[in-house]
């Protein structure tokens, strides 16, 4: 639904913001700007930090692959959840975040009516058609007063944004390929997921969906 649409100052048409509940903003089309060095700087990541499989504390392999940059990186395993400054894979420090990633969380962050967003890790997430990411809260953080800026790229994916009760009801919005949610305050704890993808073909990124998210973990 549109019911709370507002068109950014300066620009017309391809980009506006879209209110999802209290503390949680759309930026439509906010990273278009930014998709090819993104996809660049994403290459460079993979590189050092391949994308995996995590396997969950109960000893699930989740479908969807991730890896991360910045001075923390999120890690799954028969432990738990938790962020970490190696790369348990390679042993070493996560790959830097660029630049770029930081300067672009940092303006979304702003729009979206949060000043002063500071992240230090990225979370980077690729789906391929069929794969799911289940209902969840993000908790794993210290610090709940920073939002979690989250960019798509590629083929579409429905994102399911419910309440702060698992049983809460649950919105879904298709989010494409340069939308920003920018997510805190009320929203914060919030619980969301990613419906399964459906096969679809993009421009730049082939079959794939990329979904990067910002953080303030400490
Ligand atoms: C995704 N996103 O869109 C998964 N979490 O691929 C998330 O789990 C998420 O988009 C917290 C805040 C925003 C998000
Ligand atoms: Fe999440």
Redesign the pocket.
């Known amino acids: 639904s549109r019911m709370n649409l507002s068109l950014f100052d300066n620009d017309s048409s391809s980009e506006w913001s879209e209110v999802l509940s209290q503390g949680a903003t759309i930026l439509r089309g906010f990273a278009n700007r930014y998709a090819h060095a993104l996809l660049d700087e994403i290459a460079q990541i993979e590189r050092a930090a391949p994308f995996r499989k995590l396997t969950t504390p109960g000893g699930y392999q989740m479908s969807v692959a991730m890896t991360c940059c910045g001075n923390l990186g999120w890690v799954s395993d028969q432990y738990g959840y938790r962020y970490s400054e190696y790369d348990p894979v390679s042993g070493r420090l996560w790959p830097l975040m660029p630049g770029i990633f930081k300067n672009m969380a940092i303006e979304a962050a702003a729009k979206a009516g949060y000043a002063d967003f500071l992240p230090d890790s990225c979370l980077i ?1 690729r ?1 391929l058609p069929g794969n799911k ?1 289940s209902l969840h809260q ?1 908790k794993d953080e210290l610090d709940y007063s920073a939002p ?1 800026v ?1 960019v ?1 790229l590629g083929i579409p994916a429905v ?1 399911l944004f419910g309440g702060s009760r698992r049983n809460d009801p649950v919105q879904r919005t298709l ?1 494409m390929h340069g939308d920003v ?1 920018v ?1 805190g305050g009320q929203a914060r704890l919030h619980y ?1 997921g ?1 419906a399964t993808v459906k096969h679809n073909e993009h421009a730049l990124l082939g079959n794939q969906r990329l ?1 990067l ?1 910002f953080r303030k973990t400490r």
């Open positions: 997430n789906y990411l993000d979690i989250s798509s994102f989010l949610v997510w969301h990613v979904n998210t």
